[in-house]
């Protein structure tokens, strides 16, 4: 069950991919050295414990991060793959320490122009409940 909802998250992201070449914009080649303020945006229930939370991962040229949860003051770090699939759509893979346990996580990028766009996270293994979960929001890479 856990590798289906893998695969329907990724053939739901992929639909979205044919309207991504209408997007007149380009997400960078790399993290290393960048940062990226994102918001949660979707209303607090069980599944989405997170919401409305501001967070600045500053990426490093090393493949590791640090997780800055601005509204809560709390900070995580972990490490991360980023992988470009279009000029405009890109994800990260990533592993976080949180609290002590390790939280595994997908974050899916689509730029609406060079700074900013809107993100898919998924959660398949996490130190948050449900372990399992997703959700959307905003993002920008902080110059």
């Given at each position: 069950m856990k590798n289906l909802g893998k695969y329907l998250f990724s053939c739901s992201f992929f639909i979205m991919l044919p309207f991504s070449s209408y997007a007149n914009?380009?997400?960078?080649?790399?993290?290393a050295n960048k940062s990226i303020i994102s918001r949660v945006s979707q209303l607090f229930t069980k599944e989405n414990?997170?919401?409305?939370?501001?967070m600045k991962l500053s990426f490093n040229k090393d493949g590791t991060y640090i997780n800055n949860y601005l509204t809560s003051e709390k900070k995580y770090s972990g490490k991360y793959i980023y992988k470009k699939v279009t000029e405009s759509v890109a994800f990260y893979s990533a592993?976080?320490?949180?609290?002590?346990?390790?939280?595994?996580?997908?974050?899916?990028?689509?730029?609406?122009?060079?700074?900013?766009?809107?993100?898919?996270?998924?959660?398949?293994e996490g130190a948050i409940a449900p372990q399992v979960r997703s959700n959307v929001g905003e993002y920008f890479f902080d110059r």
């Open positions: 914009c380009k997400l960078p080649d790399t993290l414990p997170l919401a409305g939370e501001l592993e976080e320490e949180f609290e002590n346990k390790i939280t595994k996580y997908e974050v899916w990028l689509h730029c609406t122009n060079n700074v900013s766009g809107k993100y898919i996270y998924r959660q398949e």
